[in-house]
């Protein structure tokens, strides 16, 4: 039986390739790799996950792989990359959508089946959580479900870039802003390490935030 709103938790929710992962430079645009070789970490990817999960957010990624409805990738590297990814970052979960948009599935972002599959089964509050991606899709998705939305720079720029709650020039900074917007938020939603709390009140008081939440 699903939790009460009241005692569901916030979480991170992140896009793959752009957040997570570099992209790759093919025919003339930024792409998400197909090939093994071209699986690298961004940089800060590993420690900005790292400090979200010492914290005690669940963090899982959420990620449009349509290559592999257009034969351009194998279902076995995929894999392949999510097994290095899982072991690289500790992720709690990799959710993954397959199809191409002709396909009309409910998991394709910026339809937020993705993001309602982890809240179901991570007990996130979905309007105290967040979601990190690069791209308009991401941020439409999030805001579907009413998460907070923060939109990381990325070399593939869009002309429609959504409107995001925050920005941030990369995943480090991301986690960093995550951080200490909890600890602004009602008790009963913050983060859990109190340690994670205090020192987030820290910043907070030095740096101020981007936006104040309700």
């Not at 970490?41 to 957010?57: F, N």
């Not at 979905?126 to 990325?154: E, H, M, P, Q, Y």
Request: net charge positive.
């Amino acid at each position: 039986m699903p939790r009460p709103a009241e005692k569901r938790r916030p979480g991170v929710l992140l896009d793959r390739d752009g957040v997570l992962v570099r992209l790759v430079w093919r025919a003339g645009r930024w792409v998400s790799p197909r090939q093994l070789a071209e699986f690298a970490l961004l940089p800060g990817a590993a420690a900005a996950v790292a400090r979200l999960r010492a914290a005690g957010l669940p963090v899982v990624v959420v990620t449009n792989q349509p290559d592999l409805a257009r034969g351009l990738l194998e279902k076995q590297t995929l894999a392949e990359m999510h097994r290095r990814l899982a072991a690289q970052l500790g992720v709690d979960a990799i959710y993954v959508c397959p199809h191409d948009d002709a396909d009309g599935c409910a998991c394709r972002k910026p339809r937020p089946g993705l993001l309602l599959a982890a809240a179901r089964d991570f007990s996130l509050n979905l309007r105290r959580s967040f979601l990190v991606g690069d791209s308009w899709k991401d941020i439409a998705a999030g805001r579907a479900v009413g998460c907070l939305t923060v939109r990381v720079a990325s070399p593939a720029l869009e002309a429609e870039l959504g409107r995001a709650d925050f920005s941030a020039a990369g995943i480090g900074a991301a986690a960093e802003l995550i951080l200490r917007t909890l600890c602004r938020l009602p008790r009963r939603h913050r983060i859990a390490d109190p340690v994670a709390n205090r020192a987030a009140r820290r910043v907070s008081r030095n740096l101020g935030l981007n936006r104040a939440v309700p």
